[in-house]
């Protein structure tokens, strides 16, 4: 599931659409990563796709959505101002949680999401 969301998200980011656009379609509904790198094929940006793709199922029940931009002139760039590689996640309220310039394990990540307000919330309903 996570790969199929993965490349909708690559081909979806590659539409012409504002930051806030791209982002608004997730507002309350899910958690946004971003990540940003130069190339397709910069290693961290692989060695993070991996990671992410191996915690498929961590990360469906944390409501996580992947977004890869590898577009120089994109809004999103223009909107967070990456440098080189970046690694965001977005909270289901629209603002930036958690911002790194390397590849993020997922143990921290799941760690992050959990000390989240919103997410003890969805926790306590299960």
Do not use: H
């Amino acid at each position: 599931m996570l790969r199929a969301t993965l490349i909708a998200l690559i081909a979806a980011t590659a539409l012409p659409a504002t930051a806030q656009e791209v982002l608004d379609e997730y507002l309350w509904q899910a958690r946004p990563i971003v990540l940003f790198a130069n190339s397709p094929n910069d290693p961290r940006l692989v060695q993070q796709l991996d990671m992410l793709t191996q915690a498929e199922r961590d990360l469906e029940e944390r409501d996580v959505v992947i977004i890869v931009d590898t577009d120089d002139e994109s809004d999103l760039r223009t909107e967070f101002r990456p440098q080189d590689f970046q690694f965001l996640l977005i909270g289901k309220d629209g603002q930036v949680q958690y911002r790194r310039p390397d590849p993020v394990p997922v143990r921290e990540l799941v760690r992050v999401i959990d000390r989240m307000p919103l997410r003890r919330q969805e926790m306590g309903r299960n």
